[in-house]
T-cell receptor
Framework: GAGVSQSPSNKVTEKGKDVELRCDPI?????LYWYRQSLGQGLEFLIY????????KSGLPSDRFSAERTGGSVSTLTIQRTQQEDSAVYLC??????????FGPGTRLTVT | GDSVTQMEGPVTLSEEAFLTINCTYT??????LFWYVQYPGEGLQLLLK?????DKGSNKGFEATYRKETTSFHLEKGSVQVSDSAVYFC?????????????????FGQGTILTVHP
C-alpha cells in the first residue's frame, strides 16, 4: 500500500516568508509525528498527534512553528517568518502500533 | 533528559567485513531501543528494535542486544555488503517523557555513515 507522503519534496523560500509543509500519513494510522533533521542538531522530535489532538508539542523550537491535523489524517506544519536556522529536512512519520513508525521521504527546506 | 550517543563515523569497510556500531543511551525511565537506517535518497526505515533488557533485535543479518547494565544497544553484522552502505541511527523511546504513558516519541543519536567498498 501507499506509504507516508510529504509535499513539497523541496522548498526554497526567502527569509521572513511563511511556509507550509504537508504530510499524508498511511491510511488508518492514528499517530503522527513530525521530526526535523539538520546538520547542527541531528534528528529532533517536534510534535506528536493522536487523532487530531497534539498531546506533545514540546519539540517545537519557537512560537513561529505550529502544526495541525484534520480528519485524523493530513497534517500541516507551518513555519512563520522563516529564518535561516529553520533550514533542514522535515520528516513526518505515522504509526498504528506502538514502536512501528513509518517515515516519509521528507521535505527539504532551504531559507535564503 | 534522554540522550543517545553513537560512535562517530564515517565507518568504511570492505565487503564481508564485520561491523559494529556502538550506541549508548541515557534515559529516565525504561526505554525501548531502535536502530533506523537511511539509504541514499530514501526515507528512514526501522531496522530492528528491542523493548526490554536482554532482548535481541534482528533483521537483514543485523543484530543488537539491549544491555541494561551497560545502557548499550550496539549494532552488529557479521558480513557487510555494498548494499548496506547507508546512515544508521540509534534511537530510544522513553515512557517517562510522556508522563508514564509511552506514545513512541523517538530520541535519536547523531547517526553513523557506513560505506562498504567491494
Amino acid at each position: 500500500g501507499a506509504g507516508v507522503s510529504q509535499s513539497p519534496s523541496n522548498k526554497v523560500t526567502e527569509k521572513g516568508k511563511d511556509v507550509e509543509l504537508r504530510c499524508d500519513p498511511i491510511s488508518g494510522h492514528t499517530a503522527l509525528y513530525w521530526y526535523r533533521q539538520s546538520l547542527g542538531q541531528g534528528l529532533e522530535f517536534l510534535i506528536y498527534f493522536q487523532g487530531n489532538s497534539a498531546p506533545d508539542k514540546s519539540g517545537l523550537p519557537s512560537d513561529r512553528f505550529s502544526a495541525e491535523r484534520t480528519g485524523g489524517s493530513v497534517s500541516t506544519l507551518t513555519i512563520q517568518r522563516t529564518q535561516q536556522e529553520d533550514s533542514a529536512v522535515y520528516l513526518c512519520a505515522s504509526s498504528l502500533r506502538l514502536y512501528e513508525q513509518y517515515f516519509g521521504p521528507g521535505t527539504r527546506l532551504t531559507v535564503t | 533528559g534522554d540522550s543517545v550517543t553513537q560512535m562517530e563515523g564515517p565507518v568504511t569497510l570492505s565487503e564481508e567485513a564485520f561491523l559494529t556500531i556502538n550506541c549508548t543511551y541515557t534515559a529516565t525511565g525504561y526505554p525501548s531501543l531502535f536502530w533506523y537506517v537511511q539509504y541514499p535518497g530514501e526515507g528512514l526505515q526501522l531496522l530492528l528494535k528491542a523493548t526490554k533488557a536482554d532482548d535481541k533485535g534482528s533483521n537483514k543479518g543485523f543484530e543488537a542486544t539491549y544491555r541494561k547494565e551497560t545502557t548499550s544497544f550496539h549494532l552488529e553484522k557479521g558480513s557487510v555488503q555494498v548494499s548496506d552502505s547507508a546512515v544508521y541511527f540509534c534511537a530510544l523511546s522513553d515512557p517517562f517523557n510522556a508522563g508514564g504513558t509511552s506514545y513512541g516519541k523517538l530520541t535519536f543519536g547523531q547517526g553513523t555513515i557506513l560505506t562498504v567498498h567491494p
